[in-house]
């Protein structure tokens, strides 16, 4: 994985030595900001269409098909909505290159939805420097929610990765004491948080991480980290990585006769039919039982058959993406943060600046979004960037996800 680029490097110490400073916290504008007119307004973000996370690109489809809804009912504001997204290979690399042709080129109103930890934190000193939002960067990374101070235009969307990796702890900590858990993450911010929002979770607990074992994103395989965890002793399994290296976990894990509680982080439980993949084989004595979160209506659950948001989004898929797999969770995902971004731009109205959206980002109450469960709120503050805070758990049973319990709530614990 690429720990520091080079090119977001000499793309930062350029734009500084230029003197381009950030525009956000209500500095005056004299003329119309890039990226907007009277009758329309450009988005845009990077998106993993291709590579090895290219599960994750529903996530932009589903937002651009929710703005072609918006958008043949007037737009907002008499504003038609553009929102064009790049493929970024789910390369940090070429995520900088592509968020530059955005600004620079195309001359984007906001960098919106852009995909990946480390992607985001590539991008996020440029946008900065180059007063550009960037807006609800679609990764839990605790960076991006607690550094609203510094960073003033980036804003998350989902629960951060430690809230996440919390929840499981907290569980783990109440219903399994004495369990050992080993873990497979990604070598990056993004599995580092849900280790450590694990580990925080467990605090004054018995229960206890005896084993983790990173991987790197290019990797080809995570078979030999699997055989160590399960060396460890471990009858827990916590595997925080993209869905490609999870499906392996689960075969390797079943291969080795290993036959632990798995615990999945959301990213991979979302992942289309990932569960029902990881059930063939043989394996479905591994996946059978596995603990995950979730805070988004998931359309293959029948006791959402009849709720009208959901009968929205298959109607807005079918007739803005065709072709799109509507059990795919991660299309609810994109119009949630599509809905979202639509109720500010509402909230602002005709006079629509940068500095307007930030500041109607930071300052978020929203009761409900359609997309997400109920009684998950959208809040936030000047030093709180994470809307959602809020997630239920889930269990995987008999071929299908199940939630339990009540609301948790995290709020800095």
């Known amino acids: 994985m690429i720990r520091k680029l080079s090119l977001s490097s000499l793309v930062l110490t350029a734009t500084l030595v230029l003197g381009v400073t950030a525009a956000f916290a209500g500095q005056a504008r004299t003329s119309a900001d890039p990226g907007v007119t009277a009758t329309s307004v450009l988005l845009g973000g990077t998106s993993p269409l291709s590579g090895s996370a290219s ?7 589903g937002a651009d098909a929710y703005f072609k809804y918006v958008n043949a009912r007037g737009g907002v504001a008499g504003r038609k909505i553009t929102y064009t997204y790049v493929d970024d ?3 940090p690399a070429q995520t900088v290159q592509a968020t530059r042709q955005l600004v620079e080129q195309d001359k984007v109103f906001a960098i919106f939805n852009a995909l990946g930890t480390e992607h985001n934190l590539a991008i996020r000193d440029y946008l900065r420097a180059q007063g550009v939002p960037q807006l609800f960067a679609a990764s839990g ?13 980036l804003i998350g969307f989902q629960p951060s990765y430690l809230a996440e990796g919390w929840v499981y702890g907290k569980y783990l900590a109440r219903t399994r004491p004495g369990a050992r858990i080993a873990v497979l993450f990604q070598n990056d911010d993004y599995g580092k948080d849900l280790l450590n929002g694990l580990k925080r979770g467990l605090q004054r607990s018995k229960v206890k991480v005896i084993a983790a074992q990173p991987y790197e994103v ?4 995570v078979q030999s980290q699997v055989a160590k965890l399960k060396s460890s002793g471990a009858d827990v399994f916590a595997i ?7 499906i392996q976990a689960f075969v390797f894990a079943n291969k080795l006769g290993w036959k632990p509680k798995l ?6 439980s979302s992942a289309s039919n ?3 993949l990881a059930s063939e084989g043989g394996t479905n004595r591994v996946v059978n039982g596995s603990l995950s979160i979730v805070f988004l209506k998931d359309p293959t659950d029948p006791k959402w058959r009849n709720d009208a948001a959901m009968k929205l989004y298959r109607s807005v898929l079918k007739r803005y993406a065709p072709g799109a797999n509507a059990n795919d969770v991660y299309h609810v995902y994109g119009m949630a943060v599509a809905w979202t971004t639509v109720e500010l731009l509402k909230k602002i109205g005709k006079n629509l600046t940068r500095d307007a959206l930030v500041k109607a980002a930071s300052n978020m109450d929203i009761p409900r979004n359609p997309f997400l469960l109920p009684g998950i709120a959208l809040k936030t503050g000047p030093k709180d960037h994470f809307p959602i805070e809020q997630m239920l758990l889930q269990r995987w049973d008999k071929g299908a996800w199940k939630s339990f319990g009540g609301i948790w709530g995290y709020r800095g614990a």
Request: charged share 10%; net charge neutral.
């Open 274 to 276: 990932i569960m029902v």
């Open 89 to 91: 290979a789910y390369n």
């Open 240 to 246: 925080f990585a993209t869905p490609k290296f999870a």
């Open 55 to 61: 599960a994750y690109a529903s996530v932009a489809r």
């Open 141 to 153: 990374s605790t960076q991006f929610g607690s550094q609203g101070g510094e960073y003033p235009g």
């Open 263 to 268: 615990t999945i982080n959301n990213a991979v």
């Open 218 to 221: 290019t990797a080809s395989d």
